[in-house]
């Protein structure tokens, strides 16, 4: 399930990852005795967290009807997707704990992880914990480089195990001084940029003319002394009256504005908090880092660590306001070329395959814009939108249950039809209704993205389970499938619960990068 959420982060496909963990793990799960209800949901839901979980197409398709920015809604799903992820995961292992038959242990022999006779090496001559084994290696290095062939290690190799080994330390070290740089230096600078120059103006003025009285103008919140307007405003900056107070300036959507409010209330607290829970989980693990543990260790650096770097490395520039979304797709292109040449795995025919598939995948979004438009401009002409809304305030609902009818459709309708169908032709005639229940877009349309996945999972049109389908072994079954499947719909309807009981889960991310 967690290789199936990161897989799905990376690529955003929900096919692709299905397809590609049915190949992987489908037949090794069935060989070890798994139960095939719990292979096949395993592989179905964690394949289609990739459309929800950022960066999703389903997201910048709806972004697109909904005329709401993709940013913000990629800020929303971050959490939920996120969330749901970590139900999925309670309801695995609570069936295996209650029912241990559908998930039986693995016998001894094939625990056992084959060890390189240099890791052997390390462990016998240096010492059995890795991290000083390898520290002592670097620094002592003579029985590593006279050792055996196929115990022998280069300089560099030596060097390249200790940065293995602090692989862990540093990812969360790297993790812990982001998460403080931005809601500290970061956004303590642009409040410093923001309210120090405004007052410093307006304190210069009333000193300079407390004679005349002051006529009240209005200064750009970013102007400085040199570049103070009074009557000509740049048309983007927001708007101060000189007789206002620091604490008065509005507030304005955007970086700037989360910025205004500081850090979040007890925040230095609970960062030492994670900071030594993070330190300890730490030491316990480098306390039992052995010769296995540390090849272990290895094989992830070399197979999930550079894709998750690179997927974190563009949602970040994203979420951060650094590129646009269509630029973070040229940085992740970026990466992906350069982990391809450095695997040795880069060649004209796979770059063929991905150009083409970029291709198709971007004609078919473009052309599902073009669809919604037309559909909604034709529904909206011809009085459909009118004959809706007058409907439904004839029901005289109250906002919950405006909710619960709207995502009640959405899911049912998520039976027969694909997600992209339900945004492009039902959604637009939900959305002109929000504002007469004071219903937050970004929340209702959060709601739909995680509704949407029971679309991926509900038969008679389950893709998820005609994709696994095609690559499971002959004894496997639709209806297997498709009773692995079931329950994790209810965990869907579960999550929208919870979002809507707690919807800050949803508005918390998206409100304190961009305010509002």
Known sequence: MIVCTFWGIASGLVGAVVVLMGVIAMKPMLNAGYDTRLAA???????????????????????????????????????????????????????????????????????????????????????KNMLVATIKALFSPSKLLNASNDARLSFQQIAKNVLAALTPFILVALTMWGVWWYVIIHQQAERDALNVPVVTQVAQSAA?????????????????????????IEEDAPLVALDAAAGDAPTEAGPAAAADNGPPENFELYFALTCVLFGLLLIYYYINLDEEQFE????????????????????????????????????????AFILALQAGTLNFERTKQAVFLTAKTTSMVCWLFVGSALFSAVFTILGGQSIIEQWVLKLDLTPIQFMLLSQAIIFFLGWPLEWTEIIVIFVPIFLPLLAHFQIDPLLWGTLVFVNLQAAFLSPPVAMSAFYLKGVSPPGVT?????????????????????????PGMTLWLPKFLYGG
Do not use: H
């Open 41 to 127: 949901g395993v592989i179905t839901a964690g394949g289609t967290l990739g459309i929800l979980i950022p960066p999703s197409v389903m997201i910048i398709v709806y972004a697109a009807v909904a005329g709401q920015s993709v940013v913000k809604l990629y800020a929303a799903a971050m959490v939920p997707g996120f969330f749901l992820a970590f139900l999925y995961l309670v309801y695995i292992i609570g069936w295996a704990l209650i029912n241990p038959k559908v998930a039986p242990k693995l016998p001894a022999e094939q625990l056992v992880v084959p060890l390189p006779a240099s890791i052997r090496f390390l462990g016998e001559n240096y010492s």
């Open 208 to 232: 300079s003319d407390a004679s005349e009285p002051a006529e009240e103008g209005l200064v750009a919140l970013d102007a400085t002394s040199s570049n103070l307007k009074s009557k000509a």
């Open 296 to 335: 272990i260790l290895k094989l992830l650096i070399e197979s999930v660590v550079p894709l998750g770097v690179l997927t974190i490395l563009v949602l970040a520039v994203i979420l951060l306001g650094i590129t646009t979304a269509t630029e973070s797709a040229a940085v992740g292109a970026l990466g």
């Open 478 to 502: 639709l209806n297997q499938i498709f009773a692995g499947m079931m329950p994790y719909m209810f965990i869907v309807i579960a999550c929208m619960v919870f979002m809507y009981i707690l």
